[in-house]
């Protein structure tokens, strides 16, 4: 099956030879990996994938229905007590064996993810695949370092704990970030002992689909980790709903969250849920001012805006307000490389379909004409692909459309704060609760405001710093759950609590 462009034929069964824009050719499967083949939809229904630097087609994929979803949770089903029961340490060498399959491949992912995403090449590389290697391998080392615990309750009885993995876990992946969000899910959940069906999100599934072939080669027993491409509202449902699942973990839209929720309630499935942000940065005068703009800036336009957590809100303190805003719009003019993202030198490539852009491009126009005061950019660049400029706005009131929703893309919106008490009112003023930002080198005052954040995670002169062994996730209608670090452990086990009577009498 040639691809539209055609760079794609066919080299081996559902799979596709592909010519990256960097001249790299390579096999692409296009199938649904279940039981460690790739194999055909049972409707043989496809999806079409977009690049979005240049609008032309890249590859056809098979899609899910819920009958292959049902042939998927089967094989993980089946897959999950054998490795359960395989010693703790094995499944670290299979995930450390993952870890090295990765590395030798991170160019490669990189390319897809830069290719069928729009995002630079560079930040794929640098960014997404250096965090994906340490998450694997961060995980393969925690296998065999989940503990139970003793309580002591009776000189003659013994009460232990037990962490035990939850069964089969259902995943869903946004767009953003492909490959280092199938990571920050399959990771964790396997080195505990459950099995997955992952599905990616249908604009960006390529670089998912390709890990199929490193679980083949790391010997990954079968049914333990499947992988589907499908439609959200097909595959995803059916993912949400089943009666054999156990365990859903989901990023993305807070409104596509709260569907999840309540088809995960039909059998009271465990839930984690890392939804929508709208996060802030709070910038005091007497912040460093540099460190501050460059923080702000990568804090709300890095990924092109796409990022769940991005700092888009930036309230500064009043007197400062102009020497921030003459700062900010002089460093954003000097960031304004968009372009082709394998294009050496570009920092901000393409939003990755041509709805989300034009679901930005709204966004921007309803700023212009709710009295918003544009300070920089607002345009489409380009006749074709995806770009947009990136885009300042000033002068907000918290009444605008820009201020109160996630727009996920390059638009940050930046307003005035008299005193802590109004930063911090502000701040909060948001039915999410992701992240946010404080810049000030009073370091009591940062740690007071921390506290009174309402938010999953707070960075102090810093913005988006994630780190594999920190924990993220959010509050309010951001979700709740944890991913990375020691706490991923506890959503993909339960505690059980086992009493033993050693004499006592009744």
């Given at each position: 099956?040639?691809?539209?462009?055609?760079?794609?034929?066919?080299?081996?069964?559902?799979?596709?030879?592909?010519?990256?824009?960097?001249?790299?050719?390579?096999?692409?499967?296009?199938?649904?990996?279940?039981?460690?083949?790739?194999?055909?939809?049972?409707?043989?229904?496809?999806?079409?994938?977009?690049?979005?630097?240049?609008?032309?087609?890249?590859?056809?994929?098979?899609?899910?229905?819920?009958?292959?979803?049902?042939?998927?949770?089967?094989?993980?089903?089946?897959?999950?007590?054998?490795?359960?029961?395989?010693?703790?340490?094995?499944?670290?060498?299979?995930?450390?064996?993952?870890?090295?399959?990765?590395?030798?491949?991170?160019?490669?992912?990189?390319?897809?993810?830069?290719?069928?995403?729009?995002?630079?090449?560079?930040?794929?590389?640098?960014?997404?695949?250096?965090?994906?290697?340490?998450?694997?391998?961060?995980?393969?080392?925690?296998?065999?370092?989940?503990?139970?615990?003793?309580?002591?309750?009776?000189?003659?009885?013994?009460?232990?704990?037990?962490?035990e993995p939850l069964g089969v876990c259902a995943q869903i992946i946004p767009w953003n970030y492909p490959f280092m969000m199938l990571a920050w899910k399959v990771a964790p959940a396997i080195a505990c002992g459950n099995t997955v069906v992952i599905k990616s999100s249908e604009l960006t599934p390529l670089s998912v689909l390709y890990f199929g072939k490193l679980i083949q080669q790391a010997g990954i027993p079968a049914?333990?980790?499947?992988?589907?491409?499908?439609?959200?509202?097909?595959?995803?449902?059916?993912?949400?709903?089943?009666?054999?699942?156990?365990?859903?973990?989901?990023?993305?839209?807070?409104?596509?969250?709260?569907?999840?929720?309540?088809?995960?309630?039909?059998?009271?499935?465990?839930?984690?849920?890392?939804?929508?942000?709208?996060?802030?940065?709070?910038?005091?005068?007497?912040?460093?001012?540099?460190?501050?703009?460059?923080?702000?800036?990568?804090?709300?336009?890095?990924?092109?805006?796409?990022?769940?957590?991005?700092?888009?809100?930036?309230?500064?303190?009043?007197?400062?307000?102009?020497?921030?805003?003459?700062?900010?719009?002089?460093?954003?003019?000097?960031?304004?490389?968009?372009?082709?993202?394998?294009?050496?030198?570009?920092?901000?490539?393409?939003?990755?379909?041509?709805?989300?852009?034009?679901?930005?491009?709204?966004?921007?126009?309803?700023?212009?004409?709710?009295?918003?005061?544009?300070?920089?950019?607002?345009?489409?660049?380009?006749?074709?692909?995806?770009?947009?400029?990136?885009?300042?706005?000033?002068?907000?009131?918290?009444?605008?459309?820009?201020?109160?929703?996630?727009?996920?893309?390059?638009?940050?919106?930046?307003?005035?704060?008299?005193?802590?008490?109004?930063?911090?009112?502000?701040?909060?003023?948001?039915?999410?609760?992701?992240?946010?930002?404080?810049?000030?080198?009073?370091?009591?005052?940062?740690?007071?405001?921390?506290?009174?954040?309402?938010?999953?995670?707070?960075?102090?002169?810093?913005?988006?710093d994630c780190h594999f062994g920190i924990p993220f996730g959010g509050v309010k209608q951001t979700g709740f759950g944890r991913e990375m670090g020691p706490y991923a452990m506890d959503m993909y086990t339960h505690t059980k609590a086992v009493q033993v009577n050693l004499g006592a009498n009744l």
């Open positions: 099956m040639p691809s539209a462009n055609g760079n794609g034929t066919a080299v081996e069964p559902l799979s596709i030879k592909l010519a990256l824009p960097n001249g790299v050719t390579y096999n692409q499967p296009t199938g649904l990996f279940i039981n460690n083949e790739f194999v055909k939809s049972s409707t043989e229904e496809k999806i079409t994938v977009i690049d979005p630097a240049t609008e032309k087609e890249i590859a056809a994929v098979y899609a899910a229905s819920p009958a292959d979803i049902d042939t998927a949770v089967a094989a993980a089903r089946k897959a999950f007590k054998p490795w359960k029961k395989l010693p703790a340490a094995k499944r670290g060498d299979y995930l450390l064996k993952l870890t090295e399959l990765i590395d030798r491949d991170r160019e490669l992912f990189a390319a897809i993810d830069a290719w069928d995403n729009g995002k630079t090449y560079e930040e794929a590389l640098t960014i997404d695949m250096e965090e994906a290697y340490h998450v694997f391998k961060y995980y393969s080392g925690f296998a065999d370092k989940i503990f139970g615990k003793t309580i002591e309750t009776h000189p003659q009885k013994l009460t232990y704990c037990l962490q049914g333990v980790i499947n992988i589907v491409s499908g439609l959200g509202g097909v595959a995803g449902a059916a993912m949400a709903g089943h009666m054999d699942v156990d365990k859903v973990a989901f990023t993305g839209s807070t409104a596509t969250g709260k569907k999840i929720m309540a088809a995960a309630s039909n059998n009271l499935k465990s839930i984690t849920l890392e939804c929508g942000g709208k996060s802030p940065s709070l910038v005091f005068k007497d912040c460093d001012l540099e460190q501050t703009v460059k923080w702000t800036y990568l804090g709300a336009i890095g990924n092109q805006g796409e990022v769940c957590s991005a700092t888009t809100r930036i309230y500064v303190e009043d007197d400062f307000y102009d020497t921030f805003m003459e700062a900010f719009v002089a460093y954003t003019k000097e960031m304004d490389k968009v372009g082709l993202p394998f294009e050496e030198g570009n920092v901000q490539g393409a939003q990755v379909s041509e709805g989300q852009f034009n679901k930005v491009m709204a966004y921007i126009e309803k700023g212009n004409a709710e009295g918003a005061k544009l300070y920089y950019g607002g345009e489409r660049r380009g006749t074709s692909g995806y770009f947009i400029s990136p885009t300042v706005f000033g002068d907000i009131t918290e009444d605008m459309t820009i201020v109160k929703e996630e727009i996920f893309g390059p638009v940050v919106v930046i307003g005035r704060f008299s005193d802590v008490d109004d930063a911090v009112e502000k701040a909060n003023n948001t039915v999410y609760g992701l992240a946010a930002a404080v810049f000030t080198e009073n370091i009591t005052r940062a740690h007071q405001i921390a506290a009174d954040l309402e938010a999953g995670v707070v960075w102090i002169n810093e913005s988006n």
